[in-house]
Structures are given as structure tokens and as C-alpha cells.
């Protein structure tokens, strides 16, 4: 079974950056796709950013440029470096996993691809 944990998640003004983390306890298959997405109140989970085991990624329209996403391949681990941080990415961040899975491009920030997620962390941007 696939555990994710995220930490990194807090409170910073407009403007600002933090850099989110998702411990992945093992990936069974060298074939998976990885992400992060996120929710805020009363709307749709929506993804962020997604990795492939082959290397693609993937940002939503409003993050690219300020988010980066990046894997630790030796410790499974994944990571989320956002900056230039505005009040409308406050939302509750999640990781989530796919293993045993070829994601094209189209399916990299799709929630619905994704089968394993972490518990969250929260993310407050204030203006």
C-alpha cells in the first residue's frame, strides 16, 4: 500500500513562497504518475502540477511560472516549490499517486486518474 504524507503547507503573505513536500512511503512500480492538487472552500479539487515516472510534467494555466515540482527519485519523495505565492492559491494541497499507470499529459492533473492520496496541507495566502 502507498502512503503519502504532505507537509510544508502554512500561512504567508501575497508575494511569498513555500515549498510543499510529500513523503512517499514506497511506489511499487517503476511505472506511476504523481501530483498535486488542491481545494479550496466549496469548489472542485483541482491539479496543480503532475509528474511521470518518464520525466513529463505538467502545470495548470495560473501556476505556471511560479510552481515547480520536482521528485527525489532514490526516496520516492515529491515536491511542490511555489512562489510568488497570491491569495487565490490558498486552498488545502494535496499528493496523490497513480502507481501501475502510463499517464499521458492530459491525464497528469486530472484528480480522477489518481487512486492513492495524502491527507493534506493547508495553505493560506494572505493579501
Known amino acids: 500500500q502507498v502512503l503519502l504524507v504532505e507537509s510544508g503547507g502554512g500561512s504567508v503573505q501575497a508575494g511569498g513562497s513555500l515549498r510543499l513536500s510529500c513523503a512517499v512511503s514506497?511506489?511499487?512500480?517503476?511505472?506511476?504518475?504523481m501530483g498535486w492538487f488542491r481545494q479550496a472552500p466549496g469548489k472542485e479539487r483541482e491539479g496543480v502540477a503532475g509528474?511521470?515516472?518518464?520525466?513529463?510534467?505538467v502545470f495548470e494555466d495560473s501556476v505556471k511560472g511560479r510552481f515547480t515540482i520536482w521528485q527525489d527519485v532514490a526516496k520516492n519523495n515529491l515536491y511542490l516549490q511555489m512562489v510568488s505565492l497570491k491569495p487565490e492559491d490558498t486552498a488545502m494541497y494535496y499528493c496523490?499517486?497513480?502507481?501501475?499507470?502510463?499517464?499521458?499529459?492530459?491525464?497528469?492533473?486530472?484528480?480522477?486518474?489518481?487512486?492513492?492520496w495524502g491527507q493534506g496541507t493547508q495553505v493560506t495566502v494572505s493579501s
Open positions: 509528474i511521470s515516472s518518464d520525466g513529463r510534467i
Open positions: 514506497r511506489l511499487p512500480s517503476r511505472t506511476y504518475c
Open positions: 496523490a499517486a497513480r502507481p501501475f499507470f502510463y499517464c499521458d499529459s492530459s491525464r497528469l492533473i486530472n484528480p480522477s486518474t489518481y487512486d492513492t
